[in-house]
């Protein structure tokens, strides 16, 4: 309609209004990043506790904001990628962060299916959140493989899949490591994850 302003998208960048409600996703998204932040040491168990029951009964992004500053400073910019507004207070990964979230994946596929994710996810994950969030994901796939392969050999169906599984392992390692190194974030179907 002619003379009625069209409202602009929000883009990266724009802070959200204070009062504007939060998707579980939003709430879970700075869970990440308090239980990260917990696991680099930089608060203890008491403020651990307290950031994480915010952020859980969070309903405004008036709530979160202020866990993120608190975590980042002035860097934790909301990221409105997608209708529901996500933060990303991460700055975009440097290329040794792309080739160690690729590594977690890919170790799987040269024999190292369960020591390569947790090495990483032990060392590159203290400093660098992308890492983390790769080595964390390979390395429950890489569980659930593992019981999986432990599992399925006691029915007859099972011994059937247990080939097309291994198969689908590597290559889904594969497109994650693939994933990692093009910045995407890559969620492995059919996991288990018990590892945060």
Do not use: C
């Given at each position: 309609m002619a003379g009625v302003p069209v409202p602009e998208p929000w883009g990266q960048g724009h802070v959200p209004p204070a009062?504007?409600?939060?998707?579980?996703?939003?709430?879970?998204?700075?869970?990440?990043?308090?239980?990260?932040?917990?696991?680099?040491?930089?608060?203890?168990?008491?403020?651990?506790?307290?950031?994480l029951e915010r952020a859980m009964t969070a309903r405004t992004h008036g709530d979160l904001m202020p866990i993120m500053t608190e975590l980042y400073?002035?860097?934790?910019?909301?990221?409105?990628?997608?209708?529901?507004?996500?933060?990303?207070?991460?700055?975009?990964?440097?290329?040794?962060?792309?080739?160690?979230?690729?590594?977690?994946?890919?170790?799987?596929?040269?024999?190292?299916?369960?020591?390569?994710?947790?090495?990483?996810?032990?060392?590159g994950g203290k400093?660098?959140?992308?890492?983390?969030?790769?080595?964390?994901?390979?390395?429950?796939f890489q569980l659930t493989l593992l019981g999986a392969s432990i599992l399925l050999p006691f029915t007859v169906v099972g011994i059937v899949l247990l080939?097309?599984?291994?198969?689908?392992?590597?290559?889904?390692?594969?497109v994650g490591g693939v994933s990692a190194l093009s910045e995407g974030a890559f969620r492995y179907p059919l996991t288990v994850r018990l590892v945060k």
């Open positions: 009062h504007l409600r939060v998707t579980h996703q939003d709430r879970e998204h700075v869970v990440e990043h308090v239980k990260a932040a917990y696991a680099e040491g930089r608060f203890d168990k008491l403020e651990f506790d307290d950031r400073g002035s860097n934790a910019v909301p990221h409105f990628a997608s209708p529901s507004p996500a933060f990303r207070a991460e700055p975009a990964p440097e290329s040794n962060e792309r080739l160690g979230g690729a590594l977690a994946h890919g170790l799987a596929v040269v024999g190292f299916p369960l020591l390569g994710p947790l090495l990483l996810m032990l060392t400093t660098s959140p992308y890492i983390r969030r790769h080595a964390v994901e390979a390395l429950n080939p097309v599984i291994w198969v689908a392992g590597i290559v889904l390692s594969i």
